[in-house]
């Protein structure tokens, strides 16, 4: 895969599955300083609070000094802070998540469907999008319960295990679909069993053709769901929406047949409302 241009300091080369392993087509207008802070941001997540300089050099394939000059830019402009040997990110870092959420109206769109929905489950309800083969939650109502994965707001996961990433996936044509299951995901997690694309296409069929998806422990042991997909004006498929059970407490019966109808109406609801926000001209000055 095409890296940076080349540059006068060459860089060490990144770890394995390393932030900056992940490398984009370039062109005349591609600014690869500002590609290269985003890498350094990306590096700070769970587990890895505090970098310092040296691991954030081999995180993400850059030399030192290079590092060290993005870090210091971040830092003057507040999304990182130093904090002992090594730095940190800011709150400021959270304007860029929801810059997004609040531009597309997602947030504000979905929370009381997602909330009345979670009250007549008993269970907690998402919204994901698709970023290249991962989902990525955008909104989420949680109920306590003992499930295996932590899920917020910008948690990703891999799309063809996740009855939201079906969903999704099932919305592509043929050619898309390949295309981005080709690229390289940026979750960090090991799904339980790998599947064929044959297998994979022939599933996304059904879920086309059904209007919905469904995920039995595929992603992790115990973690049950059923999702729909939340549409635009036009029609198209902009967002999945799902209800997350323990395996253990909730049958794939009380799933599909309790849970689902109700997961239905409410995506048919917010799709209306999403429909019915895209007309308002404050929504055609956001995304104009």
């Not at 599933?203 to 059923?226: I, N």
């Amino acid at each position: 895969m095409p890296g940076y241009p080349p540059s006068e300091e060459q860089p060490a080369p990144p770890e394995s599955g390393g932030c900056g392993s992940v490398r984009r087509d370039t062109g005349p207008d591609f600014i690869e300083s500002l590609a290269r802070g985003l890498d350094v941001l990306r590096c700070f997540r769970a587990g890895r609070p505090e970098m310092t300089l040296s691991e954030v050099a081999a995180a993400t394939g850059l030399a030192r000094p290079t590092a060290r000059r993005v870090l210091l830019t971040l830092q003057e402009l507040g999304y990182v802070a130093a904090a002992g040997r090594g730095f940190v990110l800011t709150p400021r870092v959270l304007e860029l998540g929801t810059a997004y959420i609040g531009s597309q109206g997602l947030w504000d769109i979905a929370r009381p469907h997602l909330e009345k929905l979670a009250a007549r489950t008993h269970e907690s309800s998402s919204m994901a999008q698709l970023d290249g083969p991962d989902i990525v939650y955008v909104a989420r109502v949680a109920v306590p319960k003992i499930i295996s994965l932590s899920v917020t707001i910008g948690t990703r996961f891999p799309a063809p295990v996740t009855s939201q990433g079906k969903v999704l996936l099932a919305a592509l044509s043929p050619a898309d679909l390949r295309n981005v299951l080709t690229q390289p995901g940026r979750s960090g997690i090991t799904p339980r069993r790998e599947r064929s694309f044959d297998d994979l296409e022939t599933e996304l069929r059904q879920v086309r053709a059904r209007g919905w998806a469904l995920a039995d422990e595929e992603l992790a042991a115990g973690v049950r769901s059923v999702a729909a997909p939340v549409r635009d004006g036009t029609g198209r498929v902009i967002a999945a929406m799902n209800v997350t059970v323990h395996a253990a407490e909730t049958s794939v019966e009380t799933l599909t047949e309790h849970h689902l109808p109700l997961l239905l109406h409410t995506a048919s609801a917010v799709s209306a409302d999403w429909a019915a926000w895209q007309s308002l001209p404050i929504a055609t000055a956001v995304s104009s």
